[in-house]
């Protein structure tokens, strides 16, 4: 007797399609979010002078977040003295939120710069925040080629809004 592995191949994430159903999207989602008024819409939690805090819509792991400059800037290089603090600090302040919201345990901060880097909007830098816990990267990415995102984005959103209004 054969195991039915053909049925076990599939995880269901209905949230994706949304990604597949909007071809009109932006080709830069930062800059749009970065001249917003709907923060919610935007998924984005903090505003500070130059750069902003928003939540990865489409997540690694639960609680992805990114720090970004208003301005549309491709390098690091580019960034002014008060940016470059500002932006630190947020990310900082994503690590206690995160902490605290969703117990990360660790975190992968990181800058892709550069399509060749796997830049997804090369021309605005922005530092991903992920967070991490001990025995995470379990067999589910490694043989099943899938990542489980536990917890939906509103929710966290709203959870992480609060934290963050909690340390402004």
Known sequence: MNFPTESLSALWAPWRVEYFEHPERSENFLLDAAQATDDATHLVLDRGKYAFVI??????????????PYREVGDLGSLGDEEMLEIWRFVARCQSALRECVKAQGFNIGINIG?????????????????????????????????????????????LRTEFQKRA
């Open 115 to 159: 399509a060749a880097a796997g830049a997804g909007v090369p021309k605005h830098l922005h530092i991903h925040i992920v967070p991490r816990w001990a025995g995470d990267y379990n067999f589910m990415p490694v043989l099943g080629h899938t990542r489980i995102i536990p917890q939906g984005l509103q929710p966290l959103y709203e959870m």
């Open 55 to 68: 939540m990865n819509r489409y997540p690694y792991a639960t609680g992805h977040l990114m720090v970004a």
